[in-house]
């Protein structure tokens, strides 16, 4: 069964410093990884996606995250924090294409002026 | 939000009444999905559509049912809403191309007094 382990539930970061959210995941098959953003009373973003074709996923507002069979992880990162990227976000795994997403218990990003 | 209606936003109902939530989409997609959401829980699949009339259980689905008359429409029944159903609900959409992401609904939030 597929599932996914976000490591730390809140991560705090200072303005301008790097954004590191942790992601391992569990398949039996190659899987398809998403990484979403939720911001206050709103619903899900899409921030990137791998689907088999680069190791190396690059997506919006600066984000990027590495697939990484050998250790099962998917980590998003993201050079430069901004106030912005305050927000919760979410790590997800399906076995195909259509399948259902699996979802993390989600990481709280604080950013601090 | 690609074009993802879920009403109502906002309900208050008390234990023992049955409650129905619509997910209104016009994006013609092939599937469906309710998730809920709650702290320290992530988002859990309760229940999800693969067509009109094709639907299948998820992971937290007791006490839930579904029904998907037409393409565009999925609801989610509570038959008889207790404490614990108390949650923000989410619909999600996919299903254009091999390999989609989901695209969420702005979410129900549901308190079951």
């Known amino acids: 069964a597929q599932s996914v382990t976000q490591l730390g539930s809140h991560v705090s970061v200072s303005e301008g410093a790097l954004v590191l959210l942790r992601c391992n995941y569990s398949?039996?098959?190659?899987?398809?990884l998403f990484w979403y953003v939720q911001y206050p009373n709103q619903g899900l973003q899409l921030l990137l996606k791998y689907t088999s074709a680069a190791t190396l996923v690059k997506g919006i507002n600066g984000f990027e995250a590495e697939f990484k069979k050998s250790e099962t992880s998917f980590h998003l990162t993201k050079p430069s924090a901004h106030m912005s990227d305050a927000a919760e976000y979410f790590c997800a795994v399906s076995e195909s294409g259509n399948t259902p997403l699996v979802f993390g218990k989600g990481t709280r990003l604080s950013v601090i002026a | 939000d690609a074009g993802i209606t879920q009403s109502p936003r906002h309900k208050v109902t008390e234990t023992g009444t049955p409650v129905t939530l619509r997910c209104h989409q016009t994006e013609n997609h092939r599937y469906m999905y309710w998730y809920r959401q709650d702290p320290g829980h992530g988002l859990r699949l309760i229940h999800y559509?693969?067509?009109?009339?094709?639907?299948d259980k998820g992971e937290v689905s007791d006490g839930y049912s579904v029904s998907r008359s037409k393409t565009e429409d999925f609801l989610l029944t509570l038959e008889s809403a207790t404490s614990s159903q108390t949650s923000v609900y989410f619909c999600a959409i996919s299903g254009r191309g091999l390999v989609t992401e989901a695209f969420f609904g702005q979410g129900t939030r549901l308190t079951v007094v």
């Open positions: 398949s039996s098959v190659p899987p398809y």
């Open positions: 559509s693969y067509g009109v009339k094709d639907t």
